[in-house]
């Protein structure tokens, strides 16, 4: 009674799809992760360099006074 039941092929066929399509989205998982972290880095780039810009457009702007 305890015995492993066979697999037929269409399960073994039904089984390495389950794990072909967990390990792409393991792999989509982790391409988002890596993409939200460019991105992030990204967002604080151009916040800084918007600083950057409006500082010197400020800093300009009152030279010419």
């Not at 993409?35 to 950057?52: A, F, T, W």
């Amino acid at each position: 009674m305890s015995e492993a039941k066979k697999l037929t092929s269409e399960e073994k066929e039904i089984f390495q799809q389950v794990v072909e399509l967990g390990n792409k989205l393991n792999a989509m998982v982790g391409k988002t992760h890596e993409i939200k972290r460019s991105c992030h880095k990204l967002e604080n780039e151009n916040q800084y360099l918007q600083d950057y810009v409006g500082n010197l457009m400020s800093t300009d702007i009152l030279s010419k006074k």
